[in-house]
Every structure is written in structure tokens, then in C-alpha cells.
């Protein structure tokens, strides 16, 4: 079995030090590895312009020892091996994109095509099209209902019409002024793609932050958790009629947005984390209103979360649908709350802690029912957490130190890769250099990535009318995939 070099979350490594094997050995490797317990977090190829080769690497997390192991291969353009996903369900949406971007030819994938925009299909009659563009949707993408009668067999996803190019972007100008553009990279998740993209950047030039900074950055974090979470409640609330639960999540959801407001000015964070540290402080006065505030919100989602998870009619909706059993949902390779619903403890802020988590332990919480009652009840018991959480932090008196650190360059040669749990789940971050301290590389894979296969085989065997709360359930992000 090939040697892979084995990091922590955001520790920067020699690109020399990572091992580079035969491209069928890593395929190989990475099938038996992730058959005993580990899971995929990178997968991807940057083509070496000088000899048509690629080089292709691959991340996988060892949540267990709380590390992550890496290797490559570099194989050429026109290369084939044999695919990854007969054997491992969640890696067809990275090994479609390295075909994709590559050329680079995954032998016996079940569902070989381009990843993003392709042409329409029309040889099926018994389908439903939704998109690009629809009232329901907050970015374009095309849904395809293979169906019979109302029973759908499949569900077809397409992304990428608008091109975006984020990934891109990171390579041009100066890679450590690129925070507005990791906030950018899904809007509702600004202050997760914001840290890891900081982390990534801190962990290459050798930047140490405080532990104010840190405590900054995770209460922003929970915040933005726990108001996302609250919208997500109040979407699923909307999609079964249930009145109550629109007025009361929309309510509290907004009154969360403000306290992030008053930290840094914007509703979503952004503006908040650089490289270094945070751009703004917490006073005793700000301190004050957010501790009310936790406390006001911890009694009034006690008594709307009741009201939901204990009404009949809401319980007929939720208990049962767009369900997506444990094993199934490990072959998938899903994370986050979808995971945490449906029986897998995947939690970046247990399993490959980062800054103040390091300290602070969480512990992710588990269902077993595996539908969207189980997504519901995720989702409040993470706010309540995440309302502890703030509450403990801004108890400690407050911390000292100073909120930013000198900012230093970026090393040559070395590979980065970032993690952060966000309110869907992981986001992470990969940066290679080169040996003039440029961006060679940067490879951003959303949570929504993870995690839109999951949508499709959740659908199976419902009914087309099921899908708008089985979206709400898993609420991702079609930009998350658009990059």
C-alpha cells in the first residue's frame, strides 16, 4: 500500500515531502482506505504545463487520530485508471471534475460526464425539469427528475451557468489579500470560507494569532451558525405550512444577523477575519448586549423548537422523508448536519479541530432516523450548543492580546490544507506555492459539494412533490459547486 504523508488541519508541509506514487496505486490506496474508515476531502488535478502531465491530489481525513493523510500522482494527460466510485458512491462528483478539468479518465464510472453545464438531454421522455433559473432557487442550477407517475427513480443535478472562476481568482494579484474573496465563495458561509482561507494563509507564512483573535473568529462562527440554522427552520417551517415556526425562526434568525452586525458591519460576517487575525473587537458593552441576547434566544427557540418537534402535523411531514440510511450516507461521502442526522459523528471542530477548538472540545451530535425530522432536530440542538458556546466564551473575562498579528509572507514550495466546520458542515481549503511564494494551486470544496449526491439518492422512491422539503432538509448551496 503506498505511504501517504500524514498533517494536521492547516499545518503547512514541503510540496517535496509528499509521496508520489503510480495513479492506479493512489486509486487503489484511496478505495482501501476509505473501506476502513476515512473519507475523501480532496481530489483534484493542476495540469503541469511543461510535459502534458497532471498532477493529481488526493486528501483524506482520519477523524479518528484527528489527522489527514495526503499523496499524489502525476500521471499524463490522457491517463486512465480505473474509477474510484464503483467501490466508493461519494467520490463521483470528484472524479467527474478531474475528468472534467483533466482528461483524465476514470474507467467504469457509473455516471461519466461533465460535471457543470452540458448539453440537454432529450431521450427520455418521463421527466420533470426544474431550472436553471426558478422563484425557489437562490442561484441557477437544473434539476431532472427521472420519474414514473410521481415515483422518482433519480434525480439529475447540473451546475456551473455562471461560470464563476472563483478558484481562479485566488491565483491572480496578492494571494493575502484574498479574503473578500474566500467571503464570496458561498455568501451565507462567509466566516467559514473566510478561516479556513485565513488559516491556510497563516499557516504558510508561520503567522500566530491570539487567543482573542480566536475567540472572535469561533464566536462570529457560531453566530452565523446558529442564525443560518434558524433560517433553515424557518424554510422547513414554510414548506409544510407551519405558520408558527416562519414568524418565530425569521424573527430570531434576524435579531442574530444584527449582533453580527454590530461586530463588523455586516450582517454575514464578512469584513471580520483576515489573515493575522480579526479586523474588529469585542468591548465590554458589546459583550454585554450579546449576552442578553444569548439568553433571550436560548428561551425563545426552547419554546418555538417544542412547539415543532411536538406537533402531529408537522411530525406527519418530517418523520420518514427523504431518508438516507447510515451506510448508504458514509458510501456517499456526505458531512454536516446531513451526516450528524443520519448516524455519522463528521464534525470538524471534534475531528480535526481548529483554533480555539483545539481547547474547547465539542462533540457532535447523533441521530439515527436518518430523514428530515432527524435534520430538524440536528439543527436545534446545534443552536443550543452553539448558544452555550458563545456564552462560555464570552464569560472567560475577556481574553487579552491584540486582535491583529504582523502580517508575513507566504513560504515557497509547501501545501496547505484548511478545514472548518461551517453551519452546512466541512468547508476546506488547499493551497500549493511555488518556489517564488506564488499561488501555484487553490482548490476550494464546499460543503454543498459534499453533499448534493446525497439529495439525489434521498429522493429515490418519493414522490416529486417530496423534493421541496427534502432540499430544505438539506439546504445547500447550488454557488457552493459553481467555482
Not at 243 to 269: K, Q, T, W
Not at 285 to 302: G, K, N, P, Q
Not at 419 to 430: I, L, N, P, Q, T
Amino acid at each position: 500500500m503506498a505511504q501517504w504523508l500524514r498533517l494536521k488541519n492547516a499545518q503547512a508541509v514541503p510540496t517535496s515531502g509528499i509521496p508520489t506514487v503510480h495513479m492506479a496505486e493512489l486509486a487503489e490506496t484511496m478505495a482501501q482506505l476509505i473501506g476502513s474508515g476515512h473519507r475523501v476531502v480532496q481530489f483534484c488535478g493542476r495540469r503541469e504545463e511543461k510535459d502534458n502531465s497532471v498532477m493529481v491530489t488526493a486528501v483524506l481525513a482520519d477523524d479518528a487520530a484527528a489527522r489527514l493523510l495526503i499523496c499524489q500522482a502525476n500521471p499524463r494527460a490522457s491517463y486512465s485508471y480505473d474509477a474510484i466510485s464503483t467501490r466508493v458512491p461519494g467520490m463521483s462528483l470528484f472524479e467527474r471534475e478531474l475528468w472534467e478539468q483533466t482528461g483524465i479518465v476514470p474507467n467504469g464510472h457509473p455516471d461519466l460526464r461533465p460535471l457543470r453545464i452540458r448539453p440537454t438531454v432529450t431521450d427520455v421522455s418521463c421527466d420533470v425539469d426544474i431550472g436553471p433559473v426558478h422563484g425557489s432557487a437562490t442561484e441557477p442550477h437544473r434539476l431532472r427528475f427521472q420519474c414514473h407517475g410521481q415515483e422518482v427513480y433519480h434525480v439529475d443535478l447540473d451546475f456551473g451557468y455562471q461560470h464563476r472562476g472563483v478558484e481562479a481568482l485566488f491565483k491572480q494579484g496578492r494571494v493575502m489579500n484574498k479574503a473578500h474573496l474566500a467571503e464570496s465563495v458561498v455568501g451565507d458561509s462567509a466566516v467559514a470560507h473566510a478561516w479556513a482561507y485565513a488559516m491556510a494563509m497563516e499557516s504558510l507564512s508561520g503567522t500566530h494569532i491570539s487567543m482573542r483573535a480566536e475567540i472572535i473568529r469561533a464566536i462570529a462562527l457560531e453566530l452565523q451558525r446558529i442564525a443560518m440554522h434558524l433560517s433553515s427552520l424557518a424554510g422547513i417551517s414554510a414548506s409544510i405550512g407551519f405558520s408558527p415556526g416562519v414568524a418565530n425562526y425569521d424573527r430570531l434568525r434576524s435579531e442574530v444577523f444584527d449582533i453580527l452586525l454590530m461586530l463588523c458591519g455586516n450582517r454575514h460576517g464578512r469584513g471580520l477575519i483576515r489573515p493575522g487575525g480579526v479586523l474588529f473587537d469585542v468591548d465590554e458593552t458589546l459583550r454585554e448586549h450579546i449576552m442578553a441576547s444569548m439568553e433571550r434566544l436560548h428561551r425563545d427557540t426552547e419554546a418555538i423548537n417544542a412547539y415543532l418537534l411536538d406537533s402531529p402535523g408537522v411530525l406527519s411531514h418530517l418523520q420518514g422523508s427523504a431518508a438516507i440510511g447510515t451506510e448508504l450516507a458514509w458510501k456517499a461521502g456526505i458531512v454536516g448536519v446531513a451526516a450528524k442526522a443520519s448516524g455519522l459523528p463528521i464534525d470538524c471542530r471534534a475531528d480535526q479541530p481548529f483554533g480555539i477548538y483545539r481547547k474547547d472540545k465539542v462533540v457532535a451530535r447523533l441521530l439515527t432516523q436518518c430523514d428530515t425530522y432527524a435534520r430538524v432536530k440536528v439543527r436545534a440542538l446545534e443552536i443550543d450548543d452553539s448558544i452555550a458556546l458563545v456564552r462560555k466564551w464570552l464569560s472567560y473575562g475577556f481574553m487579552v492580546g491584540d486582535v491583529m498579528a504582523a502580517e508575513a509572507l507566504p513560504a515557497a514550495d509547501r501545501i496547505v490544507v484548511s478545514m472548518v466546520e461551517g453551519w452546512r458542515g466541512a468547508v476546506c481549503h488547499m493551497v500549493t506555492t511555488t518556489s517564488n511564494s506564488e499561488v501555484e494551486h487553490y482548490k476550494v470544496v464546499d460543503t454543498s459539494f459534499y453533499n448534493w449526491g446525497a439529495v439525489a439518492l434521498a429522493m429515490r422512491g418519493t414522490s416529486v412533490t417530496d423534493f421541496p422539503l427534502c432540499t430544505r432538509g438539506f439546504d445547500l448551496s447550488p454557488c457552493g459547486v459553481d467555482l
